[in-house]
């Protein structure tokens, strides 16, 4: 059985809750005396005096202040790379769609195998120039 009793059936009525709530109380409180935890040692004074002393060196540090700016200054570049992002998204799907209804309605033909012709010798161009640099390199 764990530290907290078993949540209460509904055939189970409750004539008084305070009542109830004292007994589910004192329960509680056995269990957390036979349990091994040693809330004295947790807190202790010594351990909120470390606590409170870390606390206070960073609120009076310089770091608070980097901190503050890098969370201020991360959340608004966040914000405006997600916002330029999405109207990038939104106008580059909107140009796909309009190129591809043009294509199907015929007011516009793609010639393929030229794009994967010019893709390819691009691709495979610069593939060998990045390959001839590691050599040189190396």
Not at 30 to 57: C, G, P, T, V
Not at 110 to 131: A, G, P, Q, T
Request: charged share 20%.
């Amino acid at each position: 059985m764990g530290l907290f009793p078993p949540p209460r059936t509904y055939s189970e009525p409750i004539n008084d809750p305070i009542e109830w709530l004292r007994e589910i109380t004192k329960k509680g409180n056995e269990r957390l005396k036979n349990s091994n935890i040693n809330f004295d040692e947790i807190f202790s004074q010594r351990s909120l005096d470390k606590a409170s002393e870390l606390a206070h060196n960073l609120i009076k540090s310089d770091k608070t202040v980097q901190i503050t700016y890098g969370f201020v200054a991360g959340y608004a570049s966040g914000y405006c790379v997600k916002r330029v992002a999405k109207v990038a998204a939104f106008a580059l799907g909107g140009l796909f769609v309009i190129i591809q209804s043009l294509s199907f309605n015929g007011y516009m033909n793609i010639n393929h195998e030229r794009i994967k012709k010019d893709f390819e010798v691009s691709f495979f161009n610069s593939f060998y120039l990045y390959k001839s640099n590691l050599i040189i390199l190396h």
